[in-house]
């Protein structure tokens, strides 16, 4: 598709690029036509407030990735698949909590009140369920099992700009730029958590974003490889606590856990 294709397509665009049409050769008549077209129809609704092409509405959401069952992460699940016919992801160890099957266990210390203030969130039907690390839950994903925080936590890595990690919970964003487990107040198995943390480290990543703290980004990765360099298979290290640690609402225990 050439530019001028692309600047003919665009309504909003086409005032803007009609004189640039005019310059063109005899030979692109017919473009120039259609991108006419286009600047009239702009000129005609000029008075009419129209939302900007970048803005997107609910019914733009076609696909739900859930982490795992924390209410801090799935509070308004259930009205977001209803009102945008979204597809919802999850674990299927996680997945009996968010489908209301069974009632995840009460969290235990301050966090309890956290949960109290946020409430408990409406259970939702799930469309698909993962089992393991899986390519393409959603073109362009792939979905790595972290389990420890809770038993069905999943972390996502999409492939765009060198790569882009979605830890979720597992991880978090310590002093100096380093990485730390996530919120272990609420985790049902900080030392599995751990264990998860060396497995995001063996892929490869640019940028991490995390359920709670700032993103990294350049070579996060090298962050991961460090901690699991620090860090013996089997060491709950607690390590420094993430920002934002204990979290809001962090609060729902492993079901079983
Ligand atoms: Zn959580
Ligand atoms: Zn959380």
Partial sequence: MGQNDRRARSGGWGLRAEPRFRERAP???RRRRRAGRHGVAAQRQAHR????RHEKTIGDVRVVL?????VDHIGNVA???RRSGAR???HAADAPVITGAITGEPPKGLARFAVRL???PEP???DQLITG???SPVPGFTALHTPGHTRGHVSYLLERDGGILFAGDTAGHGRDGRVTLGPTQVSADPTEQSRSIAKLATHDFEHAVFGHGQALTGRAVDRFREYAGQHAPGDPAPGDPAPGDPAPGDGVSDPGA
């Fill in 118 to 120: 946020i409430g408990t």
């Fill in 124 to 126: 939702t039907k799930l």
């Fill in 88 to 90: 919802v992801i999850a």
């Fill in 79 to 81: 009205d977001i698949r």
């Fill in 49 to 52: 407030p129209r939302p900007a």
């Fill in 66 to 70: 859930l982490t795992h069952h924390h």
């Fill in 133 to 135: 690390d899986e390519t």
């Fill in 27 to 29: 030979g692109r008549h």
